[in-house]
Every structure is written in C-alpha cells, then in structure tokens.
C-alpha cells in the first residue's frame, strides 16, 4: 500500500471553511467560538488540539492604477504535515506517535502521557496539548475513515478540491503539473512547498502549492528539526565545562605557586 496524503492547492481555496467545519464534527472536536481575531476575518487563527484544520486569510494590501486601493487575498487550509521525518515521532517517550499503514503520523491519545515532549519538536507548531485533560492531539488524517476506505472529511467537504487526497506519489505529480498550467498562464510565483526540498524533516505528506514565500503563510522558510540543536548544544556545554575546569585548575595552581 503507498503512502497516503494531502495535496492543498491554495490558488483554488475560497475560504469557505467547510474543510475546519467537517473536521470538527467528524472528529467531534468543540467549537472555536465566533470572535474575530482582530487580525482577519477568521475565529481560529491556528491550529490547535481542538483545530486540526485551519483556513488562514492573508490580506496584502496594494494599490491599483487609478482605483485606489484594494486587497489581494490569499488563503491556506493549514494541517499537520504528517513528515516523512517527524520529529514529534522522535522525540515521544511512549511511543504514542506512530506510523500506520497508510504513511501517516498517527497519535495514539491512549497512550500519550501528556509530557509536552512532542509540542516543541514539530517545527510547524501543529501539536497541541488539551488543557482539559494534558495529552497532546493533532490531524489524523482521517485514519478511521481511510481503514473504511473513504476519503478525510475535509477533503470530502471542498467544495472546490482545493484539498485532494490520495496516493503521495501520484499528488505531486497531478500538483507540478497544476504548477506547470499556472506557470504557462503567467502566475510565475506558483510553487510546490513540502515537495523535493533540502530539509530535515524530508517531504511532507500533506503538501502545499502556494503564490508567495512560506513566511507569508506562517510557514518555516526552511524547517528544521529542532533535535538538530542536541549535538551542537552539547558541544558548546562541553566547551564550556573544560574552560572552566582549566581555569579553575590555572587558579589553584597560581594560589600554590
């Protein structure tokens, strides 16, 4: 069985939500409420262990010819990336999170123990931890619904499969050549995010086509894992220990002499 996904072509998203409305009844998640942020037309503003999908509204402001001034709108259905090297996996002591069947990371809730571990070590910021009961929570990708064979309540929800799920191998090819179509229209900025980059945490299953750079979507430029910094961390601990061991033994010895 090949390894499962999301494809999420944001140049298609209306901001319709439908996908953040499926999710949380499907997985019988609590309401966000209904404040804006303040920052957008949005009530959600990033996922969380009670939202596992988010539709982010980016307003860029600009300035037509003549007209005034108007805004460019771009948005996103934000998920877990489910990497192919994850470092909330990784770094979880009980082995709560998993890779399943379908290529997914899965967190087992039963046995998460609710120690943070994980929260740090997703250079996404996607897991969360409910301040109801302490475990850590994220997107499963629908992992119930895939073992029936039916496809994730979001993307079943897109009115306009913004969001596609299916094979991860054939998704990148069906998105660089919706990538090639946009290009030969003139979108020149269109590009594929998660697919084929130099990075530590590999391809990501859940990847993105996006209009502008990944900071503008509050994503990691270049994400990291932070279990990168361990060895560097050390070294320079190491360092440390041994100037000040010499300088404590150089004190000692200047006190006798």
């Known amino acids: 069985m090949g390894k499962m996904g999301f494809f999420t072509d944001t140049t298609i998203c209306i901001g319709c939500k439908a996908c953040e409305v499926a999710c949380k009844q499907w997985n019988q998640l609590p309401a966000d409420g209904f404040r804006f942020t303040g920052h957008s037309y949005d009530n959600t503003s990033m996922l969380s262990a009670t939202t596992w999908r988010h539709v982010a509204f980016i307003e860029q402001p600009r300035t037509t010819d003549g007209t005034g001034k108007s805004v460019n709108w771009l948005m996103m259905s934000d998920v877990c ?3 192919a090297n994850p470092g909330c996996m990784e770094a979880c ?3 709560a999170l998993i890779r399943n069947e379908f290529g997914d990371v899965y967190l087992q809730p039963d046995v998460c123990n609710g120690c943070g571990y994980c929260v740090p070590s997703c250079p996404f910021g996607v897991v969360d931890l409910n301040l109801d009961d302490g475990r850590a929570f994220k997107c499963t990708l629908c992992y119930d619904r895939q073992k029936d064979g039916i496809e994730p309540a979001c993307a079943k929800a897109c009115p306009t499969d913004s969001i596609t799920f299916g094979d991860i191998d054939e998704l990148r090819e069906k998105a660089k050549k919706r990538v090639g179509v ?3 229209r003139g979108e020149k900025a269109a590009y ?3 697919v084929d980059e130099d990075t530590t945490v590999g391809n990501l299953n859940a990847f993105f086509l996006l ?3 990944p900071s503008v979507y509050n994503l990691p430029e270049k994400p990291r894992l932070p279990q990168e910094n361990v060895l560097p961390g050390f070294m320079a601990s190491l ?3 041994a100037v000040l061991t010499l300088a404590t033994a150089f004190s000692l010895w200047s ?3």
Request: glycine content about 10%; overall charge positive.
């Open 239 to 241: 360092a440390t220990a």
């Open 211 to 213: 209009m502008d750079r």
């Open 255 to 257: 006190r006798k002499k």
């Open 192 to 194: 594929l995010y998660g």
């Open 93 to 95: 002591p009980t082995g």
């Open 81 to 83: 990336k489910h990497c």
């Open 182 to 184: 946009l290009h030969e």
